[in-house]
């Protein structure tokens, strides 16, 4: 049985939003303040919205975070944005290796862990997504990939104070498909263990979230579920009262 670990309700906007859309994070924003004594809440809007983002959040609990970071400190990287840019925006957290990155822009397992170094050195939370394909959860390797995707995405002497990881099936992403309770149950649960392997008691205590067609309707079941700590949340982090229904069920 593991100790209860303080949720994170995080939101994902991909590719979506102009500054018109700021109004929505006011919204989520004012919403979750109602929640901040049981649970962190984070939305990460495109690289373009962050220092505008966290103006209109400054004084709630919602925190801000980007999408990606350079896995370089600074330099001749035309277009990239270091994690000391991501920090001095005022954000406080990146997701890193999301399945739209390693599949869509070809990044490894070993881009991904020193994205997570820069990431905890410029002082921000780094959220480290792992997850099988469609392909192979069918062939039965679910756990190797994800074992695989842990030991080379994860930095070595991680804390659970600095990183976080992001569970998300990518077969279930943008599809309205999620995994069975079970099946999530039982892959929170080695996620755990290998992390515990990995980082001894700071794996114990490191949140793993759940990503991937995560709704108002299935977020209750997936709160409940033992090992889950919190939500990566795409599609429905858009509309804020989607995303504080979500919210209100961890
Ligand atoms: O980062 C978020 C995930 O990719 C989940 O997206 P989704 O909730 O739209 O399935």
């Not at 350079?70 to 330099?75: N, Q, R």
């Not at 001749?76 to 957290?93: E, F, I, L, N, P």
């Not at 600095?162 to 099936?169: G, K, L, T």
Request: one cysteine or more; proline letters at 2%; aromatic letters at 4%.
């Amino acid at each position: 049985m593991s100790e209860k670990i303080r949720p994170l309700i995080a939101g994902n906007w991909k590719m979506n939003g102009l500054s018109a859309s700021l109004s929505e994070i006011a919204l989520i924003a004012e919403g979750a303040d109602a929640h901040s004594q049981r649970l962190d809440t984070l939305i990460c809007p495109s690289a373009t919205l962050l220092v505008a983002a966290g103006a209109r959040t400054a004084g709630t609990s919602l925190a801000i975070g980007a999408q990606d970071c350079s896995s370089e400190t600074h330099g001749a990287y035309t277009g990239d944005v270091s994690a000391a840019m991501v920090a001095d925006s005022g954000a406080r957290a990146v997701i890193v290796g999301h399945s739209e990155r390693r599949q869509g822009r070809g990044e490894t397992s070993a881009d991904v862990k020193r994205k997570a170094e820069r990431a905890v050195e410029a002082g921000l939370q780094a959220i480290i997504c792992i997850g099988e394909t469609e392909e192979e959860m069918l062939k039965g390797a679910t756990q190797d990939v994800l074992l695989r995707q842990l030991q080379g995405s994860v930095p070595a002497r991680s804390k659970s104070s600095s990183v976080v990881i992001a569970y998300e099936p990518v077969w279930a992403i943008g599809t309205g498909r999620t995994p069975s309770i079970d099946n999530i149950a039982g892959l929170h649960a080695f996620i755990r263990t290998s992390l515990i392997d990995l980082l001894g008691e700071e794996g114990r205590r490191m949140r793993i979230l759940y990503g991937g067609s995560v709704k108002p309707d299935n977020a209750t079941e997936i709160a409940g579920i033992e090992d889950v700590n919190g939500a990566l949340v795409g599609g429905a982090s858009l509309k804020a009262s989607d995303f504080l229904a979500i919210v209100k069920s961890f």
